[in-house]
């Protein structure tokens, strides 16, 4: 399904959001970001997953001073899917406190609610290796 202009507008910033709701610690605006059943997988990082606006909220406060200091969005793709229901990807570059950056790839299924976009679940991988871990080897297949 095409999306218009200006949902991929609402969509992109919706993504934006989440990182300036994060890292000014606005916690309490989740739900302009996220669907009341959100899930939020960061299982591939090694901190779990969360299902609803509550628990990533605790979630975010649990971790503290091991959450990003910054969240910068990038290279953004949305795909239509079936009406009022879209699939984002994008990739994502943290700052952390002791001055680290890392690269994860996001990937976002959103959903109409409440006449807006919102992301109903999120995934998040790191990115550790170069070409995706392709080698000489793979050649012939990518």
């Given at each position: 399904m095409e999306l218009r202009a200006e949902d991929r507008q609402a969509i992109s910033e919706t993504l934006s959001l989440?990182?300036?709701l994060f890292d000014e610690g606005h916690l309490d605006r989740l739900g302009e970001v996220f669907t009341p059943d959100v899930v939020y997988d960061m299982s591939a990082l090694?901190?779990?997953?969360f299902e609803g606006i509550e628990a990533v909220r605790s979630a975010a406060l649990?971790?503290?001073a091991d959450n990003p200091i910054a969240h910068h969005l990038t290279n953004i793709v949305i795909t239509g899917e079936e009406e009022g229901r879209a699939t984002a990807r994008?990739?994502?570059l943290v700052i952390l406190?002791?001055?680290t950056l890392a690269s994860v790839t996001h990937l976002d299924s959103l959903r109409r609610h409440d006449d807006a976009w919102r992301i109903s679940r999120r995934v998040i991988s790191p990115q550790r290796?170069?070409?995706?871990?392709a080698s000489p080897a793979d050649a012939g297949n990518r």
């Open positions: 989440h990182g300036h090694g901190v779990g997953t649990h971790l503290g994008s990739k994502g406190a002791d001055g290796a170069p070409l995706g871990g």
